[in-house]
């Protein structure tokens, strides 16, 4: 579904990834992880195009990222994000938010819109909170709205960025189950999260990063079990010292 | 001082054998006014936020002609704009055009006016949208672009909405000038209400002058003041609910 192959990227003269080179393959959950500024949430950017790379290609359903012939906007609509800032339009209601590019990309009526977009925000346990504004809402509600907003679009795999690192604490649980079960539903994922116990619960791979690079690229158990990286073993250590 | 003869109904007299009264001047002046102002604001409106908009896109050319257009029009005094318009453009022309807009093109005064002013503010209203687009966070931008937006759809559905929200209380100011600043165009000899202020107060001179020019204060102030009001409608009616703005209240 989504393979990642020899990624570099440069800010000027500065390094941000390093030949990174993955796989996510239909159906698998990967959580990427790792410290601070090691380069995962611009990795996962690169995915949707969102940020450029200098070297390498990733290929989304058979389609090159890198190839400036592929229409973009079309490949984006069928890959689903949520932001760690939730980032729904603060002017449209909750509704609209999850009609808008509906109708505006894929065409659909605004009946057909509202129809699946009422749909997933009961799914998501909010359909009381339709016509309230983003800023109506709390933060785990506005980050479930936006996952049902990408949800919406019918996206073939879906792509977190940090999805519970902006929440207060007791939201973040209300976040990840829908993250589960989404998982449990065979939805392809790619996820930057520190949440242990979500990687623990439905990842299929976890990829840790430091500096740019991809260090461990391997099954939950085996990364749980025993990292091999020095690097790893400290990222592990300090995250789950609590 | 102190032997100053007040007389409010003097803008009821007859101006001099014209068979026309003083406050029939005003009244055509306040009209050139609202004119020019109007179509310059819409001027300005529409080319500022075209202009802002492109000065903030990712391809060079456009911004890089967008920050020209911005710095020659707001580095160059308003009035030597206007007279760069109506004494020098036509000159400039071909003679075929030069001749007309000299010779026949209709209204000439109230059309340099009203485009010289409207691309003069058009440059600050750029500024204003600029700003107004700056202040949103790229995580906005990405999350239009992540949902199959293209650019102009995410400019169009998703960072200008908030945008020109985000500027209400800066356009205001500049909707406001646009009618204070029309009065340049005096100079050109357009006879909006301050050319009248001034030919009723000099050449025809009524010996009251101060009832004169405290009467078109009094306009100027309520057609500001008129604009400031339905800007403030405007803000009140846009208000997007629980959106959290950063200092004040």
């Known amino acids: ?242 | 001082m102190g032997q100053y003869q007040w007389n409010w109904a003097v803008i009821f007299e007859e101006v001099y054998g014209t068979g026309e009264y003083y406050y029939q001047w005003l009244i055509t002046g306040l009209g050139w006014t609202v004119a020019t102002a109007l179509c310059a604001w819409v001027l300005a409106l529409a080319l500022g936020s075209l202009i802002g908009t492109l000065r903030t896109v990712p391809n060079k050319w456009l911004s890089g002609l967008a920050t020209a257009y911005v710095e020659l029009f707001r580095n160059i005094p308003l009035i030597v704009q206007l007279f760069l318009w109506f004494f020098v453009l036509p000159e400039l022309l071909p003679k075929a055009a030069g001749n007309w807009m000299k010779q026949d093109m209709p209204m000439p005064e109230f059309i340099t006016a009203a485009i010289g002013l409207g691309l003069f503010t058009s440059a600050r209203v750029a500024e204003q949208v600029r700003t107004g687009i700056m202040t949103l966070s790229t995580g906005q931008k990405n999350a239009g672009l992540a949902m199959g937006f293209t650019l102009p759809q995410t400019y169009r559905y998703v960072l200008l909405p908030m945008a020109f929200r985000i500027i209400i209380p800066p356009l205001t100011s500049e909707f406001m000038n646009v009618f204070k600043n029309s009065a340049v165009a005096l100079a050109i000899g357009l006879t909006e209400l301050t050319f009248q202020m001034r030919q009723i107060t000099g050449e025809y001179a009524p010996a009251n002058p101060i009832e004169v020019m405290t009467i078109v204060s009094v306009i100027y102030l309520i057609l500001a003041f008129s604009v400031n009001r339905l800007m403030a409608l405007i803000e009140r009616r846009t208000q997007v609910p629980g959106y959290i703005s950063g200092g004040g209240k």
Request: proline residues 4%; contains cysteine.
């Open chain 1, 1 to 242: 579904m989504i393979s990642i192959k020899n990624v570099s990227k440069w800010y000027g003269n500065f390094q941000v990834l390093t030949d990174c080179t993955t796989e996510v393959k239909k159906g698998e959950v990967v959580v990427v992880c790792g410290p601070s500024g090691s380069g995962k949430s611009t990795l996962i950017k690169t995915v949707n195009a969102l940020e450029p790379f200098q070297k390498g290609d990733i290929i989304v359903d058979g389609i090159s990222i890198a190839d400036p012939k592929t229409n973009l906007p079309k490949l984006r609509s069928r890959v689903g994000m949520v932001f760690q800032h939730f980032e729904l339009f603060p002017h449209l209601t909750i509704t609209d938010n999850l009609a808008i590019a509906q109708q505006k990309v894929l065409g659909r009526t605004r009946e057909e819109a509202l129809d699946k977009g009422l749909k997933l925000l009961d799914r998501v346990g909010l359909k009381a909170h339709a016509a309230k504004f983003p800023g109506q809402l709390s933060g785990g509600q506005q980050q479930r709205v936006a996952i049902a907003r990408a949800l919406a679009m019918d996206p073939i795999v879906m792509l977190f960025d940090e999805p519970t690192s902006a929440l207060d604490p007791e939201m973040v649980n209300e976040v990840l189950d829908v993250m589960v079960q989404l998982a449990q539903e065979g939805m392809t994922m790619m996820c930057v999260t520190h949440e242990m116990g979500f990687a623990r619960k439905v990842a299929s791979r976890v990829i840790f990063m430091d500096k740019g690079k991809i260090e461990e690229d391997c099954s939950k158990e085996e990364f749980f079990g025993q990292p091999r990286g020095e690097r790893a073993q400290q990222f592990l250590s300090k995250i789950l010292q609590h």
